[in-house]
């Protein structure tokens, strides 16, 4: 099993190894439950989470794709798939089948046997009827739960190149981070020589004993062999049908399995000097990297136009700052504030606000990430908060200043960052 089934040397000519994005296909798992974000995946998939003022988590692997030429997308779903389907309808609708692209939103349907998606590696065994049926050279498995800006391009042709039956998109992170990733060791030539999921003592990259090389959750096949091994998976009784904790230790051990290292894809522009890839798994991490997006400059550019972030353009009018008295001024410092929203004599600091977001007269908001339309009553006064979509904040609410009050409350994480949802007012209320 070797030779990522078999290319011929035309496939492995550099001249030959530009444009083979249009010969692939990305597949998108986007059925997680995202149970380390709280009351946030409550309704929601991980996927479906919103971020960074406008976007959802799974923009950042769908617009990879598209900026990186690959013009066939399935996306798997699973886990409260509503929020997420709508989402992808209203956003992702524009490829068309007479250019040879297509997009297809894939639920768990029991389509060849009893269960739903069992694990990664299911979600791709059930549909593939569907992916044969537009016969693309390779697959690109691309986990739908991550923000980074990446040219799968570059790994395909690394893929080829190496004459790899698997390629590991690989990030390194702290060895304390990479207990929850699956994590490699390599050897010559990037050839990845064992793989651990989520090990309680992760390998560390040699003389380096505080870093890890972590899994992305990426992975390129030749759409052959990867087909090939979904099925003896399949046919293993005790398979948990994954690909972290079955398909890719398999190849480790029976054939060629290669990492591909982030610093070699990874997309800059001139204000992003280092390489940015976060897993906003937890509250925490999630509030850290929206309200990061407020710096002068920020280590991700949602700015750079030659490698866009694609989403749903939700039609809205300009955002509004009204009232301009002492005391009772409408305005935003150091702050990103999305269309439709309304700051009406209150002070915004170093916050994010989504889309449709109104912040009446007295209020002050520091370090707040407020999701789409948001509405925060006349005097409130919140510091280090995320609020849920559609929450009515009540007048004079005061939250992030008495940790042992917010948690009586709010969900209060360690970092001391409070959750705000609408059941947890009304809970208050009653």
């Given at each position: 099993m070797a030779g990522g089934g078999g290319e011929d040397m035309a496939e492995r000519d550099p001249k030959m190894m530009h444009g083979l994005?249009?010969?692939?296909?990305a597949f998108v798992l986007a059925g997680g439950r995202g149970?380390?974000?709280m009351e946030l995946t409550e309704t929601r998939a991980k996927p479906?989470?919103?971020?960074g003022g406008k976007s959802r988590i799974i923009d950042f692997a769908l617009s990879n794709?598209?900026?990186?030429?690959?013009?066939?997308?399935?996306?798997?779903?699973?886990?409260m798939g509503h929020s997420l389907i709508q989402h992808m309808h209203r956003g992702w609708n524009f490829l068309r089948a007479e250019r040879n692209e297509s997009f297809d939103v894939l639920p768990?349907?029991?389509?060849t046997a009893g269960d739903w998606y069992v694990g990664t590696a299911d979600a791709l065994y059930q549909n593939i009827d569907i992916?044969?049926?537009?016969?693309?050279?390779?697959?690109?498995?691309l986990a739908g739960d991550h923000i980074y800006k990446m040219d799968y391009e570059i790994m395909l042709q690394q893929h080829v190149s190496s004459e790899a039956d698997v390629t590991v998109g690989c990030v390194e992170v702290s060895k304390s981070e990479a207990r929850g990733f699956g994590v490699m060791r390599i050897g010559a030539n990037d050839r990845i020589t064992h793989f651990l999921e989520k090990p309680q003592d992760?390998?560390?990259i040699p003389g380096r004993t505080d870093r890890c090389l972590a899994s992305m959750g990426i992975y390129v096949f030749k759409t052959s062999f990867l087909i090939e091994q979904l099925r003896r998976d399949a046919a293993t009784p005790d398979s948990s049908r994954d690909f972290g904790k079955d398909i890719i230790p398999y190849i480790v051990a029976n054939g060629t399995a290669v990492a591909h290292r982030f610093s070699?894809?990874?997309?800059?522009?001139?204000?992003?000097?280092?390489?940015?890839?976060?897993?906003?798994?937890?509250?925490d991490a999630y509030f850290d990297a929206n309200i990061d997006l407020c710096d002068v400059v920020p280590s991700l550019d949602l700015y750079h136009n030659e490698w866009p972030i694609w989403t749903y353009a939700e039609i809205t009018p300009p955002a509004k700052f009204v009232h301009n008295v002492e005391g009772r001024r409408g305005m935003a410092v150091s702050s990103s504030v999305s269309g439709g929203c309304v700051i009406s004599g209150a002070l915004v600091n170093r916050s994010l606000l989504f889309t449709g977001v109104r912040v009446n007269s007295y209020s002050q908001l520091d370090e707040v990430v407020a999701l789409p339309y948001v509405h925060i009553g006349r005097g409130v006064k919140l510091n280090k908060v995320v609020i849920d979509a559609h929450v009515n904040i009540p007048e004079g609410l005061v939250c992030g200043y008495d940790a042992e009050y917010d948690a009586k409350r709010f969900r209060r994480t360690e970092k001391g960052v409070c959750l705000i949802t609408q059941p947890m007012l009304d809970r208050l209320a009653s």
């Open positions: 994005a249009r010969q692939a296909m149970t380390r974000l479906a989470v919103f971020f794709a598209i900026n990186s030429g690959i013009r066939r997308i399935g996306v798997a779903t699973q886990f768990a349907s029991q389509r992916i044969e049926s537009y016969k693309p050279t390779y697959l690109v498995i992760p390998p560390t070699r894809s990874c997309v800059r522009s001139g204000a992003e000097p280092q390489m940015y890839w976060r897993d906003v798994g937890t509250v």
